[in-house]
């Protein structure tokens, strides 16, 4: 019996390279697997194989070459039964030995003939193999559209996230500089200052020195001269003999006896008075206070309103665009404040649109505060501390408490920051929302519960405004 190679190419489908599974024969005279020669004609009535164009698309099967292709599959069938390993290639069913000539839509996998009738794939959805790649690349290029357009719009985040680490490298460095230029400004001051008070104290104690100078010669000529004198006198009481004492008296010692009797100047000895006053005992105290000159404070008003009344208030002072202000908060229209029961709630008229604003209150002794912003605001109920965000309170520990709080509020950001004044400690920091209208946010607000004329609140402010 010839072996299966001998006549294996007359047994193969033209189209799938396999050995015929349910072959058919044209008019033509030439056979195709049944899925092969149907899927073929699909883009023209022609073979194949020669070409040859017929009208018809029903197929007789050639029954002689189905047997002869079921029988040289039965070897095969064998070894894969007695548990021969063979290597089936990708476009064989792996467990019909059947090519892969449908696509199961359900379960998006390639299926043979045979998988379409079996129970595992019953009531499946089958396409042919080019009808179901056509409708997956139209799907696939789909997909890539969709993303390349995805593709895009994260490039171009990627690319304005670059730009923005590009802008924050840049306002960094410029911050640099100006924080450098700041820095020096203060150091030249302070180093003019430090020259300026050791050339005074250079001064002060030259003068001093040349005034006990001055006592001490005049204090070692009196002393010479009395030793000159102690030692003409030892000379003199040496001598014995009347007649020779009397002489050396009379002719040195004499004269020198009546200098000495004369009354002399006192002598007091020039204790030293160096001292550099309120330098010596607050120098950091007053250079902080003379570097308010550095930034050329200029008197401005700061005007605060409660339930309608004006509030008295301190200077207010501008460098350019810094200001200083140093406030006493007490109600102008009433003359008994310690009978004020009420609590004084307080907004300042001044109108923050822009700039960056900082201000501190005194609150060390106060049972009851409330202070930052009207709907922003730190809050101190005697025994917890809470920030308020529009209603909703967040409960803070501080560790402590503390006399003074500072209030930080940046326009361009808006960010309202709250810190330990008495060593700047940060608290916490509130975003204040695009949803509120600035009115709302524009104005500080303060509230000391009952006012207590022996506790008065005090506040210091500093602004900067954009030009």
């Known amino acids: 019996m010839a072996s299966f190679s001998s006549y294996s190419e007359d047994l193969t489908c033209p189209v799938c390279l396999s050995i015929f599974s349910d072959p058919v024969i044209l008019f033509c005279g030439h056979s195709f697997c049944r899925e092969c020669i149907t899927v073929s004609l699909s883009s023209g009535q022609q073979c194949p194989q020669c070409r040859t164009t017929f009208k018809e698309t029903h197929f007789t099967t050639n029954h002689i070459l189905k047997s002869l292709a079921e029988k040289a599959k039965e070897p095969e069938k064998l070894k894969r039964d007695g548990g021969t390993d063979k290597e089936v290639p990708a476009w064989i069913c792996p467990e019909h030995e059947e090519k892969l000539k449908l696509f199961c839509v359900t379960d998006q996998q390639m299926a043979c003939i045979i998988c379409r009738d079996s129970e595992k794939h019953e009531g499946h959805k089958f396409k042919p193999l080019k009808e179901a790649a056509a409708s997956l690349r139209k799907e696939v290029e789909t997909l890539k559209q969709q993303g390349s357009a995805e593709n895009l719009s994260v490039e171009k985040l990627a690319q304005?996230?670059?730009?923005?680490?590009?802008?924050?490298?840049?306002?960094?460095?410029?911050?640099?500089?100006?924080?450098?230029?700041?820095?020096?400004?203060?150091?030249?001051?302070?180093?003019?200052?430090?020259?300026?008070?050791?050339?005074?104290?250079?001064?002060?104690?030259?003068?001093?020195?040349?005034?006990?100078?001055?006592?001490?010669?005049v204090m070692e000529t009196v002393l010479k001269e009395g030793r000159e004198l102690d030692e003409k006198m030892t000379s003199v009481l040496k001598v014995t003999g009347p007649e020779m004492f009397l002489h050396s008296w009379t002719h040195g010692g004499s004269s020198s006896t009546k200098d000495r009797s004369k009354p002399i100047a006192p002598l007091q000895v020039v204790r030293s008075s160096l001292s550099m006053g309120h330098y010596e005992s607050h120098l950091q105290l007053f250079m902080w206070k003379e570097m308010l000159q550095v930034i050329k404070p200029q008197a401005e008003q700061m005007k605060l309103k409660s339930q309608g009344k004006d509030l008295t208030c301190g200077s207010y002072y501008n460098r350019s665009q810094s200001q200083y202000c140093s406030n006493c908060l007490c109600n102008s229209s009433s003359n008994n404040q310690a009978t004020n029961t009420q609590p004084v709630s307080v907004l300042s008229t001044n109108q923050f649109t822009s700039g960056e604003h900082y201000w501190e209150i005194d609150v060390g002794q106060k049972g009851y505060w409330e202070l930052g912003l009207q709907k922003y605001f730190l809050k101190y109920d005697g025994r917890t501390y809470s920030v308020s965000d529009q209603g909703r309170c967040k409960q803070k520990q501080l560790g402590g408490r503390p006399a003074k709080i500072g209030v930080y509020l940046n326009c361009s950001s808006k960010e309202l920051s709250f810190y330990n004044a008495d060593n700047m400690k940060h608290i916490h920091s509130l975003t204040l929302s695009h949803s509120v209208s600035e009115s709302a946010y524009e104005s500080a607000y303060l509230n000391i519960g009952k006012y207590d004329d022996k506790v008065p609140v005090s506040m210091c402010w500093y602004s900067k405004r954009v030009k």
């Open 160 to 217: 304005t996230q670059k730009e923005e680490i590009r802008k924050t490298g840049q306002k960094s460095e410029e911050l640099m500089k100006q924080i450098s230029s700041q820095f020096e400004e203060m150091h030249q001051f302070l180093k003019k200052k430090e020259l300026e008070i050791k050339k005074e104290l250079k001064q002060k104690e030259n003068k001093e020195v040349q005034k006990m100078t001055e006592s001490l010669n």
